[in-house]
């Protein structure tokens, strides 16, 4: 299991996401859709259990889909020493209420308690990208969530000031960030709130809390997680030295649409 390649890039991304700080103790979670050769490759090593466990929320369009996710209370940094024990693979159920584990997630291990947040994610993101988004990263992003404590905890507003920091943040994140207020993690009431936001943006900031982004791939999510981020370490070190002086202006992110072929939020730049 542990040769397979997505397995590998999964291993690679909690490590990666380690070393840049995002991850302290059992901090953040993954959670990535199997493609339907991956469930193929990967179900010699499937023991079937009947063991179905209730979600706390419905995905009915995610039925029988196959996810490998972080287990509960798990370190992102312990992936690399025995992903067998650290994470596993969930299959949804007919009905898309519950799953059962069918590999990993061993001596009782649990699949991460925001299990709820990611599905839901996922099943939105399922519809609106017509499948193409495999991917759900939760990560204690530590200059966003220091950003929580200053910014309005407003979409537009956040948003404006991230582009600001780095000429291709609009390019990478067109749709902007949405933001959660303050909310008790892990249960269905966060889930719902952020995977509203979820049919408009890419990313989603829970306040003092952590981030949680959805792409197509193990990569992309990592290299988005990564981009919004930077921005957010250069707007902490640029308050820092007591704020901006000059900054791009609306009218040089409007040019950045044609150069790069993409549509900017416009609410973000009114
Ligand atoms: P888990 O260890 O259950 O994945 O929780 C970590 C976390 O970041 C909760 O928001
Ligand atoms: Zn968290």
Redesign the pocket.
């Known amino acids: 299991m542990e040769q397979l390649a997505f397995v590998k890039e999964f291993t690679k991304t909690t490590q990666d996401a380690w070393l840049k700080g995002w991850h302290e103790r059992?901090?953040?979670?993954l959670s990535y859709r199997l493609t339907d050769s991956e469930v193929q490759e990967a179900r010699p090593f499937f023991s079937e259990s009947d063991a179905w466990i209730d979600i706390g929320v419905a995905v009915p369009n995610l039925a029988n889909q196959y996810f490998m996710v972080?287990?509960?209370?798990?370190y992102f940094r312990n992936v690399e020493v025995c992903i067998e024990e650290n994470a596993g693979v969930i299959q949804v159920s007919q009905d898309g209420t519950q799953y059962k584990v069918l590999w990993g997630l061993t001596n009782n291990a649990?699949?991460?308690?925001?299990l709820p947040?990611h599905l839901m994610n996922h099943s939105v993101k399922y519809d609106v990208t017509g499948g193409q988004h495999r991917v759900v990263m939760?990560s204690?992003t530590t200059n966003l969530i220091a950003l929580t404590f200053v910014l309005p905890l407003e979409a537009e507003t956040f948003t404006r000031e991230l582009w600001e920091m780095a000429t291709e943040c609009p390019v990478v994140f067109p749709a902007g960030v949405g933001i959660v207020p303050w909310m008790v993690?892990?249960g269905k009431a966060i889930a719902e709130h952020t995977s509203e936001l979820m049919k408009k943006y890419d990313v989603a900031i829970?306040a003092h809390?952590?981030t949680f982004c959805s792409a197509e791939d193990l990569s992309l999510a990592f290299g988005l997680m990564d981009t919004v981020e930077k921005a957010a370490e250069i707007l902490v070190k640029v308050l820092a030295m007591g704020g901006k002086r000059q900054t791009i202006q609306p009218q040089e992110f409007k040019e950045l649409e044609s150069a790069f072929n993409v549509k900017l939020n416009e609410k973000v730049l009114a």
């Open positions: 059992n901090g953040g979670n972080t287990g509960s209370g798990k649990k699949p991460t308690s925001e947040a939760h204690h993690p892990g829970w809390h952590g």
